[in-house]
């Protein structure tokens, strides 16, 4: 198929080994092209993290696009068909690491803003993009550290589309109009090491823990709601024993996590765990660290943007959804900011040979520039 403007900045990109936290000359490149539309951009380097911040208009609502430059490490790349930072074309799929996740959205919202501002060049509001290389990595000198600059600059966020891979099936079949908190929890139970000939002379942490894992695995943390599933705690890793058969361990550790719903908060997971805990007359320690926050965009004009124009583009309903994992849009809905995640299709991503189906890039262009169009031209 014939190159267009997306496609052809899509494997720009695409050719940029922005392996996290790397940058790789990404976001100069997206840089270059929204300045001479018009756009003011800030580099803010945070740690070893590249963040850009840029923003075209001077007063009313703004509306942001946000996105990632980094990608995952390739995996092993004598597994790929095509080598994955030489974007290559076969047939109507274009293959390499970073097409769907999420350079192709980058592409996207870039060319879609050069198209919308030269057919509305005084357009009423402001038009913004949040840039990071950090999301594929820790992501704490990415977006929740620009959002905490902006803060400090006085700057609100009215409108934020967030460009992660949100579809399913086909382009524009699901719309992510939140995301599950994320809380992750290590616990450390205690006991006394022995021989295992004379367990009345030890203490063993993993006899002592089973029922109070069984009841914190059991129990009903709530029901969900409209648009989230029942709170989920998954256990992924249980660490004990010496190694040798026959010594009872003096500790147990225990890694879990918390995936939860609005309808529940992370300070009340907290308090309900350990009260199972302390039911279970355990000696133990345990620490927590939230990833994020559950959010939900219900309703406005954002969702509505959206849901119009994918219709008006592809004739076609999307659903809205809050399943998958967190996104850094965990770190610009605090603010008070309507987000919305709206990408291609999500199949290949973290994958060997991770691929977009070329044609949907206009067609996402398209789509992103009717969203500017609806929430920016009265």
């Given at each position: 198929?014939?190159?267009?403007?997306?496609?052809?900045?899509?494997?720009?990109?695409?050719?940029?080994?922005?392996?996290?936290?790397?940058?790789?000359?990404?976001?100069?490149?997206?840089?270059?092209?929204?300045?001479?539309?018009?756009?003011?951009?800030?580099?803010?380097?945070?740690?070893?993290?590249?963040?850009?911040?840029?923003?075209?208009?001077?007063?009313?609502?703004?509306?942001?696009?946000?996105?990632?430059?980094?990608?995952?490490?390739?995996?092993?790349?004598?597994?790929?068909?095509?080598?994955?930072?030489?974007?290559?074309?076969?047939?109507?799929?274009?293959?390499?690491?970073?097409?769907?996740?999420?350079?192709?959205?980058?592409?996207?919202?870039?060319?879609?803003?050069?198209?919308?501002?030269?057919?509305?060049?005084?357009?009423?509001?402001?038009?913004?993009?949040?840039?990071?290389?950090?999301?594929?990595?820790?992501?704490?000198?990415?977006?929740?550290?620009?959002?905490?600059?902006?803060?400090?600059?006085?700057?609100?966020?009215?409108?934020?589309?967030?460009?992660?891979?949100?579809?399913?099936?086909?382009?524009?079949?699901?719309?992510?109009?939140?995301?599950?908190?994320?809380?992750?929890?290590?616990?450390?139970?205690?006991?006394?090491?022995?021989?295992?000939?004379?367990?009345?002379?030890?203490?063993?942490?993993?006899?002592?823990?089973?029922?109070?894992?069984?009841?914190?695995?059991?129990?009903?943390?709530?029901?969900?709601?409209?648009?989230?599933?029942?709170?989920?705690?998954?256990?992924?890793?249980?660490?004990?024993?010496?190694?040798?058969?026959?010594?009872?361990?003096?500790?147990?550790?225990?890694?879990?996590?918390?995936?939860?719903?609005?309808?529940?908060?992370?300070?009340?997971?907290?308090?309900?765990?350990?009260?199972?805990?302390?039911?279970?007359?355990?000696?133990?320690?345990?620490?927590?660290?939230?990833?994020?926050?559950?959010?939900?965009?219900?309703?406005?004009?954002?969702v509505d943007a959206a849901i119009h124009s994918i219709r008006e583009e592809l004739g076609t309903v999307?659903?809205?959804?809050?399943?998958?994992?967190?996104?850094?849009?965990?770190?610009?809905?605090?603010?008070?900011?309507?987000?919305?995640?709206?990408?291609?299709?999500?199949?290949?991503?973290?994958?060997?040979?991770?691929?977009?189906?070329?044609?949907?890039?206009?067609?996402?262009?398209?789509?992103?520039?009717?969203?500017?169009?609806?929430?920016?031209?009265?």
């Amino acid at each position: 198929m014939a190159l267009n403007k997306t496609l052809e900045l899509c494997c720009d990109l695409i050719s940029r080994p922005s392996v996290t936290p790397d940058d790789a000359g990404c976001q100069a490149l997206m840089a270059a092209r929204l300045e001479a539309i018009g756009f003011h951009c800030q580099t803010l380097r945070f740690g070893d993290v590249d963040n850009l911040w840029a923003v075209r208009g001077d007063s009313g609502p703004l509306l942001v696009f946000a996105g990632h430059t980094d990608v995952v490490p390739t995996g092993p790349e004598e597994q790929w068909q095509t080598p994955p930072f030489e974007p290559t074309l076969l047939g109507d799929t274009l293959y390499g690491r970073g097409a769907a996740d999420m350079k192709a959205s980058l592409a996207a919202m870039v060319v879609a803003c050069e198209e919308f501002v030269s057919e509305h060049p005084a357009h009423a509001g402001r038009i913004g993009f949040l840039l990071t290389s950090d999301e594929e990595g820790p992501a704490v000198d990415g977006t929740v550290r620009v959002m905490e600059w902006l803060a400090a600059q006085g700057e609100h966020i009215d409108w934020c589309l967030v460009g992660e891979p949100s579809s399913s099936e086909r382009l524009g079949d699901v719309i992510k109009n939140g995301r599950r908190g994320s809380l992750n929890a290590t616990l450390t139970i205690k006991g006394t090491q022995g021989h295992i000939a004379y367990p009345q002379l030890a203490d063993n942490p993993i006899h002592r823990a089973m029922p109070a894992l069984h009841a914190l695995t059991t129990e009903l943390w709530d029901e969900g709601n409209r648009f989230f599933p029942p709170t989920s705690l998954q256990i992924s890793n249980i660490n004990g024993g010496t190694g040798a058969t026959n010594v009872i361990p003096g500790h147990l550790e225990v890694v879990f996590n918390f995936r939860f719903s609005t309808a529940v908060t992370d300070s009340e997971l907290r308090q309900r765990t350990e009260a199972i805990l302390n039911a279970h007359d355990l000696v133990y320690d345990l620490s927590w660290n939230l990833s994020g926050q559950a959010f939900l965009t219900p309703s406005g004009e954002l969702v509505d943007a959206a849901i119009h124009s994918i219709r008006e583009e592809l004739g076609t309903v999307a659903e809205l959804s809050t399943a998958g994992g967190t996104s850094d849009g965990r770190f610009i809905a605090p603010s008070g900011a309507q987000v919305v995640e709206l990408g291609p299709v999500n199949a290949t991503i973290h994958k060997i040979d991770e691929a977009v189906h070329a044609p949907d890039l206009p067609r996402l262009t398209a789509i992103y520039r009717r969203i500017i169009h609806s929430l920016l031209v009265r």
